[in-house]
């Protein structure tokens, strides 16, 4: 049994995983740099531990973490998402010092974070895959053939990537010939490998995932699908659950193809299918993300798993506490991320200190935050101050929480996405459920919002609001 868990992470995910432990019964365990000794994620935890002082550096040390993790007397490491959670290298080094680790094998993640691996395995289940170059790259000069086939636009991935980064869509021999060695060095600095590939380019596709749920024993399940279209250069920032634009029998289709892609790599723990979803109803497999999402707060709320525990148990080697029959999803969540960037300035960063913060609440309103009144919002991390997740019935009620609950938040000091996601939350295409991952490109008026402010004095406002109302 596990009981004592170290989280190789940071922020609002290692708050979440915490979360999971207590009411589990399982000690917990945060590591931290210096940058983040004032961080939520080290008062919440059981022990914490410092990592040094590089501020990145530290949680990339597979092998300092996972001494952390002995030293402290803990049986099992979490990796949460970013950083570590999608490399083989930890998951290794934890079995070598019999650390359980909270995910899917050193195999899996090898496999599926590959994407050329992947296509190979996805063809070979009979997933659809979007047309593109059975392998890695070999050159510039193979780039162009391969284009020249499949038709541009294309899209030019690296084979490792992740998170919207090693990626350019190129319209032309031109683009693809200038975008080439750009893919190349960002691959190599981001992600240690220099191998890329090429994909036709699916045009203002949906971007549909679904999350799965596998076990040591054979089964494998999913909780139905995520809708992830509205996003800003490959980076997600409204989340749905389940999508309104998928009819039932396309949804059944999506959710068979995403495990049989989790049966075919024998997947373990948590993981999610990726595909695009293009104008003509096809579903092409993009990719498996093998960790926890960002976005999985909206499957919980839609189908009442608490996904961290059920890895937990997972990893424990326990059968999955549900069947697929008993998974039932029942109204809708939107997840809205709030970022500290401004969307005035091309969403330029925003850090400092946080002068003031309440999270919203009410009925169907859950927040996933690590930053509290007084927190000096560092600059070494991502840019996410807190995840709103909101759940209703009915997509109508649904989009009218998620208003609310965005006005509700109050969260000062630095500038946020907050007002831009109430200006997407009032175009025509969202409310009625209707969107595309061109959106954002789309839709370049949304950043012309004004933010209502107090009076300054509202004792002097309040008597010329009495002096007008008078005719004085």
Not at 450 to 459: N, V
Request: hydrophobic content about 40%; some cysteine.
């Amino acid at each position: 049994m596990i009981k004592k868990i170290l989280v190789a992470n940071r922020g609002e995910v290692a708050v979440r995983i915490v979360r999971a432990c207590a009411e589990m019964g399982i000690k917990s365990v945060a590591i931290y740099t210096d940058a983040d000794r004032h961080a939520l994620h080290v008062k919440k935890a059981d022990e914490s531990y410092n990592v040094g002082p590089d501020p990145v550096g530290g949680y990339l040390n597979a092998h300092r973490i996972v001494n952390v993790a002995v030293a402290a007397g803990c049986n099992a490491l979490h990796p949460g998402y970013g950083f570590l959670s999608e490399n083989p290298q930890l998951a290794e080094v934890c079995w070598r010092r019999d650390i359980v680790f909270i995910g899917p094998s050193p195999k899996a993640i090898r496999e599926m974070g590959d994407k050329t691996l992947a296509r190979e395995a996805m063809i070979k289940a009979g997933v659809p895959v979007v047309p593109g170059s059975e392998g890695n790259l070999k050159n510039v000069a193979e780039a162009v053939k391969l284009a020249k086939k499949v038709g541009y636009p294309v899209m030019l991935k690296a084979t490792s990537g992740g998170g919207g980064r090693g990626i350019r869509r190129c319209n032309s021999e031109e683009e693809l010939r200038r975008a080439y060695e750009r893919v190349v060095s960002e691959a190599t600095k981001a992600f240690g490998s220099a191998h890329v590939f090429l994909e036709k380019a699916i045009v203002n596709p949906r971007h549909i995932e679904v999350q799965v749920l596998g076990d040591k024993h054979g089964n494998v399940i999913h909780l139905f699908e995520r809708d992830c279209s509205i996003q800003r250069r490959h980076q997600k920032l409204v989340e749905v659950a389940p999508s309104p634009q998928l009819t039932e029998d396309q949804r059944q289709t999506v959710c068979a193809l995403a495990v049989r892609a989790a049966k075919t790599v024998n997947y373990e723990n948590a993981g999610t299918v990726e595909f695009l979803f293009d104008q003509e109803g096809n579903f092409y497999f993009m990719e498996m993300n093998t960790r926890l999402q960002v976005e999985h707060t909206i499957t919980e709320q839609i189908t009442g798993v608490d996904i961290v525990q059920e890895q937990i148990r997972i990893a424990e080697g326990q059968p999955l506490s549900y069947r697929q029959e008993d998974i039932q999803r029942r109204g809708y969540a939107i997840q809205f991320r709030i970022n500290a960037e401004d969307p005035k300035n091309d969403f330029l960063p925003s850090y400092g200190r946080i002068t003031r913060y309440y999270a919203p609440g009410g009925p169907g309103v859950r927040t996933d935050a690590a930053i509290y009144t007084g927190y000096d919002f560092p600059p070494h991390y991502d840019s996410m101050c807190a995840k709103l997740t909101v759940w209703a019935l009915t997509w109508e009620k649904v989009l009218a929480r998620g208003r609310r609950a965005l006005l509700d938040t109050g969260l000062h000091g630095v500038k946020t996405t907050k007002p831009y996601h109430l200006e997407i939350l009032k175009t025509p295409e969202f409310r009625e459920g209707r969107f595309d991952t061109g959106f954002i490109e789309q839709h370049p008026e949304l950043v012309n919002y004004s933010i209502r402010r107090p009076p300054a004095d509202l004792a002097a406002a309040l008597a010329a609001a009495i002096a007008a109302h008078h005719g004085l």
